[in-house]
């Protein structure tokens, strides 16, 4: 099983909701990822997080706030979204830290109004 | 200067054609070269990767390093319709923790 499932597909919230984007993975990955995606731009790295430590943090703003409760979980909180946050939202993982091979899930098409 | 250039397109193509995909990149340290296809709607799915200089080959597709001219290709034989997706190519930086992408090409093969 080579699956990064990504909940929810779609999510629309506005400026002062609270919501969570979740990711799991079940191939004993250790290293897992958060990018966002703009349209027809690149992945961008928001987060990096290495045996469920936090080992990179892209000088993100603080209103998105990255956990990893296990090795097969992560999650990104978000508060007081901007509009400009709108956005794919994809998790990623790889075997280990460094591994140049990466597997994404389908991601989040979050629209923030 | 970006780590990475890719030429972001929009290419198009005829069926059966060979596609070249290309990118440069700065920094003469990097090692691992990967391609990466993405579909309308889909996350990021890896291709090929090279490590250093020198060629590999699956099916149809070949992936080229070039370190002295820093140079990195991807090339489709007998490209198909399937093979309209976008195009990002990738390298490892930062201790090996990121993925530094290109701005992806947009390919467009038509029957």
């Known amino acids: 099983d080579t699956e990064v499932t990504q909940t929810p597909k779609h999510l629309v919230m506005g400026m002062t909701n609270k919501k969570s984007l979740k990711c799991e993975q079940h191939m004993g990955h250790r290293a897992m990822y958060w990018y966002k995606q703009k349209a027809k731009k690149p992945p961008e790295l928001m987060f990096v997080?290495?045996?469920?430590?936090?080992?990179i943090n892209e000088s993100v703003p603080s209103r998105f706030s990255p956990e990893c409760p296990n090795s097969s979980l992560l999650n990104l909180h978000l508060h007081a979204l901007q509009p400009e946050d709108s956005a794919l939202y994809l998790c990623a993982s790889s075997q280990g830290p460094g591994n140049y091979e990466q597997y994404f899930g389908p991601g989040t098409r979050l629209t923030v109004t | 200067q970006k780590e990475v250039e890719q030429d972001p397109g929009p290419l198009s193509v005829p069926e059966g054609a060979i596609v070249s995909l290309n990118c440069t990149y700065s920094?003469?340290?990097?090692?691992?070269f990967m391609w990466y296809r993405q579909y309308s709607r889909k996350g990021p799915e890896l291709l090929m990767y090279t490590y250093s200089s020198g060629n590999k080959e699956d099916g149809r597709f070949t992936a080229q390093v070039d370190k002295s001219s820093k140079y990195i290709s991807l090339f489709i034989r007998d490209s198909q319709p399937s093979d309209s997706a976008t195009y990002l190519c990738?390298?490892?930086?930062?201790?090996?923790?990121?993925?530094?992408f290109g701005a992806g090409t947009r390919l467009a093969v038509h029957p």
């Open positions: 920094n003469s340290a990097f090692q691992y």
């Open positions: 990738a390298t490892l930086s930062g201790g090996y923790n990121k993925l530094i």
């Open positions: 997080y290495s045996y469920e430590k936090l080992s």
